[in-house]
């Protein structure tokens, strides 16, 4: 066919009267050119699932006609070619709406619905990322204090005339070379800091953001099948527009929203977009309204009971949508099985794959420490200047009263004047802590570079220290928990020959400590165990009766694709060394095939095995598959495999009677309790095909119910789940231990998400478990008290997480979320901390992310926290470095300028500079790079109200303060009497007495006194830095701990720049020279500096060891203790491992009290009374138990009703005493919901109402100590 007869076939020769299609569209002007519906409308269908909508828009006919499409021949070719009219699904030929005569092109598709790319986004320059730095507030302080400092420096040294000071040298000669114009130094050098934070800070964002994008790039363009022109090609994922009608196939990723028209059992992967592990079958519209109409019909006839797919009994919930059908097409999501048609919807930015993608491109909030170090920028400049102010007050009074002996000229005035400004000004200066932008910058640089050999690719350069202090994460299950591959963990071949995963190499294996596993063996030793006929038939029927085939990933990696269940089952049998499957179904050809129905809950193959042998496989249902079978595999043990029978390759069978099909139904029951899907795997043999005495249907085949129903043997039941990631356990509970709270959030069903939180360790005692629709229905007060004890949200939506996240940040909490699908993109992006995983993350989540997981291991989201707590920790311990000096030399600055008669402080600019600038980013970078120890997971998070700096921090930076002025003011104005240098040598007396005349002899005398003056000026320099130096081991620790030295060897960064720091305070002071001020110091005078500079570490001893009770309400109010925002439910007042129940299950490590906790022992943070894990609600047990024990285990019987009521009045007064002085009230006025049904509400009942009550089922979980407390709340979640 050629290219013209394409052109003639796609315009039809015949039109018809359109038939008037009742839409959405049409009952508002038509603002969209030829089409009759908007992108916003078609995007309504999708976000969320609306069957309903499509209805009200007319259908999937109206759709196709509204947008010119074609459902059997698809859009026309070339581009400018106009589609005079289309025809419809029905084979009816329709006029285009809305006017017959306008033109449709590809460019109108285009222009009115977008192309299928997504906006480019441009990426940050070095120079936005070094302006977006510059916005910090400290550093602004610091470029303000810069530019003031070298604007009063360059006029102090060119603008004013100086008297020259007399310094002296060692033969007590004067020297009067002029001071060096340097006034101008450290404004430059400050403005240079600024610079390197600033370059520091914006190269490594930019990097981060080049490797983010080397992670990202993938060739995303890739070729679909596409129908035009009436025939099936190969187009660009980029050209596809809107009303393109798309083939699927096993294996696509799908790249365009639209709605179904028809195939074979097509079925979807939208784990990523919802979070639904199940895969979603599509139907088309017509089909769908059908199975609607047949389940309204049949949940009106059913009772609220029934029983699920293992048998147990359930309560069932109304809906009003099918779940796992629909006829909508996600783009993004991907197809496990089946063949199909679609016809395009959303393309780009308006398909649901491209708006969750687009509403991620915002901007990053502060994060905790910026808002801190913003905070404290702003103290630090208020009493900046407010010494200044103090300083300027007393000079200019002091400068006035000498106005009583004259007025100086007015140059004079002016001089002083601006000297005086300068003196205040370097208060100001000497003030702000230069170093901290940089330590902070150097912090967040040395552990992201760090965290990427650690499998954490950090995207976002703050969030390393917010994850830190994250005090929840929300973590995703399907692909973060587990590994989103569902997998054979045990199994029941015949009756009893039963097998276990493997565990790993030195772990228990948890499942083979269950009664029924009690014999089982680990599925790598499964094949010598059973019969090699056995192992034949099982290959067979795994292989045959299954739809799933091997193929190659991005990675080229072989893996299989399918349903999730027949990949488990492939895989099981590849795992234990079944053939090839493809050998085994070529082996066996096919004669008929019954696809998997949700009716019959099963699905079955027949294959000739030979001349007259014919084989029916099925699969399905274990319960139902166990109905269906009279006979059972009979597996001989490995010491009897030597039956005639089973040598020649047979196999043996018993008849199913009663008992054994009880011994088999228990086994399914077994596996169900262990929250495992269970799969029956059966055969059947027939002489021919079809069987004899079998009536055919009206189509001519043999009818599922004649040949599968009944007669079948079992060969076994199987258990499949999605099993946990290595390490996610031991990852959950180092969080818990941490003072994490751990929740997952999940759009699986409620029982498969409590077994997975449990296996965790996630769902804990006291815990809810609660479904996203009624958390959703929640008013803030009410998901306010439920939020504390809700550990899993399950059947929920991407916005029931984003609102989960909203809550939780309005409640003060730092955030951190987990995910790798598209539908945790809102959530990442809203949360404070964002987790995606680097190799199965989607394009969207990672986008989202702050930090990419290299490993996809949640694992190493423990090591993001000791890394954050790291740089938090390295950015206070500079803070307690970085505040004594300044404190130190702001009080030297301050006095010695005051006192002195000339406004000089006892420090030079150039010596502040060493001792404030450069030494300052030395430290910085010593005490950014101390690794992270595991004793840093013992200790809860800080919250967002915590100070920066601890009163434990400021009673160190006080105490060596103290320590440092009293030396310096000791040495300066006492040095010269203590050091006797105020007393003439008898050498230098010897020169005086032998000088002619009485001036030279003063001379003499002045210029030794002199320089013993600026001996003594140097050591107290020299004496200051070594203060510090010292001080600097001192502030290694942050507690009260005293030993400063643990893992200071690790730390190569801190030995060599303490050693660095050493030598060049040697060289200032030895070659220093004019240039510092300072004087060559001799042996003994250099021991005076360095000993005085060790006292720094013995004081610090000293300040440790007094208590921090001792100062009573001050360390409240300093460490903001009351605070409620933000805070955690303490771990450790979990119920000790003493209670019985639950509590036994819970970590050693949670209940044990830590001394170096924040919140160590039984104490409950203020602000969260409604915790189940308040002692009240345990003491209370506790109390119940005891009476209930005495009284036999019977509170009330008819014949003791009046002697139980007085009892149970009795224990009131303990129960109300132990209550309120564990913090609990009880309810007013309304019930909160998630902890109605685990208090006992003594406002509103009589005790006895309330004991009984309890004991009836209103409260048992107060009355029962083997009732988990969560039992109430979860029953509450579940089926209210």
């Known amino acids: ?70 459902p059997t021949k698809g859009l026309s070719t070339p581009h400018n070619k106009p589609l005079a009219s289309v025809v419809t699904s029905d084979e009816k030929v329709v006029e285009d709406q809305p006017t017959a005569d306008q033109s449709v092109t590809f460019e109108d598709r285009e222009q009115h619905f977008g192309r299928n790319v997504l906006p480019k986004r441009k990426p940050k320059t070095i120079f936005q990322l070094m302006w977006m730095a510059l916005q910090e507030k400290i550093l602004i302080l610091l470029l303000i204090a810069a530019v003031i400092s070298v604007a009063l ?162 309560i069932k919930e109304q809906s009003h949508a099918l779940h796992g059908v629909d006829p909508f097409i996600i783009s993004g999501s991907k197809v496990l099985e089946g063949v199909g048609l679609y016809f395009v919807t959303g393309v780009g930015e308006n398909s649901f794959h491209g708006r969750t993608m687009m509403s991620l491109r915002t901007e990053a909030e502060d994060t905790p420490l910026q808002t801190k170090l913003n905070g404290l920028a702003e103290q630090i400049a208020k009493l900046g200047s407010l010494a200044a102010l103090i300083m300027l007050i007393v000079l200019f009074i002091r400068f006035f009263v000498t106005f009583k002996d004259g007025v100086p000229a007015g140059s004079d005035i002016a001089t002083k004047l601006v000297d005086i400004l300068i003196a205040c000004v370097t208060v100001v200066v000497v003030a702000v802590p230069e170093g901290l932008p940089l330590a902070v910058t150097l912090a967040l640089a040395f552990a992201t570079t760090r965290m990427l050999k650690d499998n954490n690719l950090v995207r976002v350069l703050a969030a390393c220290e917010t994850m830190g202090n994250a005090t929840t994460i929300c973590s995703d299950k399907t692909g973060t928990l587990t590994q989103n591959r569902m997998t054979i ?254 929740r997952m959030v999940t759009g699986d069903n409620i029982l498969t998400a409590k077994s997975i939180a449990t296996q965790c360790g996630i769902y804990t005692q006291g815990g809810i478990i609660m479904e996203g629709p009624k958390f959703r229905a929640l008013s803030e007060e009410e998901m306010d008290a439920v939020i504390p004890r809700l550990q899993v949200l399950a059947r929920s939506s991407p916005e029931d997480k984003k609102i989960l996240v909203g809550r939780l940040k309005a409640q003060g909490e730092i955030v951190a979320v987990t995910g790798d699908g598209t539908n945790d993109g809102p959530a990442l992006k809203l949360s404070d901390v964002g987790f995606s995983m680097g190799i199965a993350g989607t394009e969207v989540a990672k986008e989202a992310s702050s930090i990419i997981l290299m490993d996809d291991n949640f694992s190493s989201i423990v090591k993001a926290i000791l890394w954050g707590r790291a740089v938090n920790d390295a950015v206070k311990k500079f803070l307690q470095f970085q505040l004594t000096v300044n404190v130190t030399a702001v009080i030297l600055t301050l006095v010695t300028a005051v006192v002195s008669k000339d406004q000089q402080p006892v420090m030079s600019a150039v010596q502040l500079l060493w001792v404030n600038l450069i030494m300052d980013t030395l430290a910085a970078l010593a005490l950014a790079t101390d690794p992270p120890t595991l004793d840093l997971l013992d200790r809860q998070p800080e919250a967002r109200t915590a100070p920066l700096i601890t009163f434990t921090m400021w009673k160190m930076i006080l105490g060596q303060s103290v320590l440092q002025l009293v030396i310096v ?232 009703r009046s002697n139980s009521a007085i009892h149970a009045a009795a224990v009131v007064p303990s129960l109300v005493a132990t209550s309120v002085g564990a913090g609990w009230a009880p309810n007013r006025g309304r019930s909160t919901p998630g902890n109605s049904s685990s208090q006992v509400n003594l406002s509103n009942s009589s005790p006895r109402n309330s004991m009984t009550g309890s004991r009836r089922g209103t409260g048992q979980s107060m009355v029962r100590p083997a009732t988990p407390l969560a039992s109430g709340a979860v029953n509450t979640s579940t089926s209210s």
């Open 489 to 742: 963990v045990a199994g029941t071949l015949g009756l009893k020959t039963r097998f276990v995963a493997d565990s790993a190499e030195g772990d228990a294996n948890k499942r083979a400590s269950s009664a029924i596993n009690k014999n089982a063996v680990a599925i790598s030793q499964l094949v010598s165990s059973i019969p090699a006929p056995v192992t034949q038939l099982m290959h067979e029927a795994i292989a045959i009766n299954s739809s799933a085939f091997e193929s190659e990933d991005d990675k080229g990696n072989l893996s299989f694709i399918g349903s999730k269940t027949e990949v488990a089952l492939l895989d099981f049998s590849k795992k234990i060394g079944g053939a090839d499957y493809r050998q085994l179904r070529d082996a066996s050809p096919i004669v008929h095939l019954y696809p998997f129905s949700s009716e019959r809950k099963s699905m079955a193959t027949i294959v000739q095995m030979g001349p007259n042998k014919f084989r029916l496989h099925a699969k399905g249902a274990s319960e139902i598959i166990m109905k269906r079978c009279d006979k059972v595999l009979q597996i001989s043990s490995a010491a009897d495999q030597a039956s005639s029978s089973e040598k020649d390759g047979e196999v043996t069978q018993l008849e199913l009677n009663g008992e054994l099909q009880t011994q088999i139904h228990k086994t399914i029951i077994s596996y169900a309790t262990q929250s495992l899907r269970t799969i029956g795997i059966a055969y059947r043999d027939f002489e021919s095909w079809p069987p004899a005495n079998v009536q055919l249907n009206d189509d001519g085949e043999v009818p599922f119910s004649a040949v599968a129903e009944d007669g079948l043997t079992l060969i076994g039941v199987v258990g499949i789940e999605d099993p946990l990631r290595d390490g996610v356990p031991e990852a959950v509970l180092a969080c818990q231990r941490a003072g994490v709270f751990v």
């Open 1 to 70: 066919m050629d290219k013209s007869e394409l052109e003639l076939e796609s315009t039809p020769s015949t039109t018809a009267v359109a038939p008037q299609y009742t839409t959405h569209a049409d009952s508002r002007p038509n603002n969209n050119g030829p089409f009759s519906f908007t992108p916003n409308e078609l995007m309504d269908l999708y976000d969320p699932k609306a069957p309903e909508k499509l209805d009200e828009y007319g259908g999937v006919d109206s759709i196709l006609a509204g947008l010119h499409a074609n």
């Open 969 to 1200: 003011f000791v040495l300066e104005y006492a040095g010269m009497s203590i050091l006797n240098y105020n007393q003439v040598p008898d050498n230098v007396a010897a020169i005086i007495d032998a000088a002619t005349t009485e001036q030279t002899k003063i001379d003499i005398k002045n210029a030794y006194l002199g320089f013993r003056g600026q001996e003594v000026s140097t050591m107290v320099f020299n004496t200051f830095v070594f203060l510090q130096i010292f001080n600097e081991v001192n502030c290694r620790r942050l507690d009260n701990r005293l030993n400063i030295f643990a893992g200071i060897l690790k730390n190569t960064y801190f030995m060599v720049i303490f050693v660095i720091m050493v030598v060049f305070q040697v060289i200032i002071v030895e070659f220093g020279g004019a240039a510092f001020k300072t004087e060559k110091l001799d042996g003994p005078q250099w021991a005076i500096c360095v000993i005085l500079g060790l006292l720094s570490l013995p004081v610090g001893v000293i300040i440790r060891l007094i208590p921090d009770e001792l100062f009573g309400g001050l360390k409240d109010w300093v460490n903001n203790a009351h605070a409620k925002d933000g805070r955690l439910p303490a771990f450790d007042a979990y119920p000790g491992k003493q209670e019985v129940g639950r509590a036994n299950s819970i970590p050693a490590s949670i209940t044990s009290n830590r001394t170096n906790s924040i919140s160590s022992g039984s104490n409950v943070y203020p602000g969260r009374e409604g915790l189940v894990w308040n002692s009240a609600i345990t003491k209370a047990r506790s109390e119940l138990s005891v009476f209930k024990s005495i009284r036999g285990g019977r509170l009330s019987t008819d014949s003791e």
């Open 153 to 314: 420096g360059i006029y102090e040294d060119y603008g004013m005339e100086h008297k020259a000071t007399d310094r002296y040298d060692r033969n007590y000669n004067k020297i009067n070379n002029g001071d060096a114009k340097i006034s101008w130094v450290e404004g430059v050098a400050i403005l240079f800091a600024v610079m390197i934070v600033v370059l520091v800070g914006s190269v490594n964002d930019y990097q981060k953001e080049a490797q983010f994008r080397k992670l990202n790039a993938k060739k995303e363009d890739r070729e679909v099948k596409a129908l035009r022109n009436g025939e099936t090609v190969l187009i660009s994922v980029y050209d596809i527009v809107v009303g393109d009608v798309l083939h699927l196939e096993p294996g696509d990723v799908i790249s365009a929203d639209g709605i179904y028209l028809g195939g074979h059992n097509l079925k979807c992967d939208e784990s990523a977009m919802t979070g639904e592990s199940d895969a979603v079958k599509k139907v088309t519209h017509e089909e769908y309204k059908r199975l609607e109409e047949a389940e309204h019909a049949s949940a009106h006839e059913n009772a609220p009971l029934h029983l699920n797919h293992e048998g147990i009994e359930v």
